[in-house]
């Protein structure tokens, strides 16, 4: 028996149980799926640079400062300053989507979360294979919440946001903006070392290979979308 499919707006409407119905469906579960997962396991690799203590990526040598400062746990701070960052957002007339917001929360609260299960690491054999592998999920991370298109989170709007302003680089607007963030944070006691190095160089090939690894088909055609360009110019991160 057909079934009727109309259109509005150029997009197709199908009648209940239809497959192009379900298909869109499953396309928003693996979506909201691969954000959630995504921001979550971001927090959680971001909490394994926090404990190996060999130096953090720059939001977090900010984020550890000012948690040094103010007692607060670094989670609360990401989140304080993330939504202050999203405030930034109106002069510079950008536009949250649900992955803005939800990095704002989602991030600090599983970072947070995995320091409180992970037990101290005193020496190096157990630091730098920690370091390593909160990098590389940090990559997968990166990888999964941007490929679910639901927005770049906020740190990553403000400098795109600059860019559109002031109309230089978004290559010069991250370097100011980090290395600001990162002699602050410095300033203020927060961890720089072999790891934020690290972290620089490889993030940048890590997420454009995960990017690829987790692009989503396209609910109309079944297409797979993926990040083009220079990796560091395509990853958007927390």
């Known amino acids: 028996m057909h ?3 109309t259109t509005t707006g150029g997009h197709a409407l199908s009648t209940p149980g239809h497959p192009t119905k379900r ?8 979506r909201l799926s691969q954000l959630y997962a995504g921001l979550a396991l971001y927090g959680a690799s971001s909490a394994l640079l926090v404990e190996a203590g060999l ?5 977090n040598v900010l984020h550890q400062g000012l948690a040094e400062r103010t007692g607060l746990t670094i989670g609360v701070v990401s989140i304080i300053v993330g939504a202050a960052v999203l405030l930034l957002w109106i002069p510079l007339r950008q536009r949250p989507g649900l992955g803005t917001v939800s990095n704002v929360f989602v ?6 979360g995995t320091l409180a299960l ?8 157990v630091r730098i294979p920690l370091l390593v592998a909160g990098i590389v ?3 997968v991370a990166t990888g999964l919440y941007i490929a679910a298109r639901f927005g770049p989170g906020p740190r990553d709007g403000l400098m795109t946001g600059l860019h559109r302003r002031t109309g230089r680089s978004i290559r010069l607007m991250r370097t100011a903006v980090e290395v600001a963030v990162v002699v602050t944070g410095f300033a203020l006691g927060g961890t720089v070392g072999v790891g934020t190095v690290l972290y620089a160089v490889s993030i940048g090939p890590l997420a454009q290979l995960f990017l690829r ?11 797979t979308v ?3 360009g220079q990796p560091r110019g395509a990853i958007l991160r927390p």
């Open 3 to 5: 079934q009727s499919t």
């Open 23 to 30: 298909l869109t469906r499953g396309h928003l579960v693996r």
């Open 55 to 59: 130096g953090l990526e720059p939001w």
């Open 107 to 112: 991030v600090g609260l599983a970072m947070d």
């Open 118 to 125: 992970l037990p101290e690491a005193h020496t190096l054999a």
């Open 137 to 139: 999920l940090n990559g």
């Open 213 to 223: 690894v987790f692009a989503v088909p396209t609910a109309s055609d079944g297409s």
């Open 226 to 228: 993926v990040a083009t």
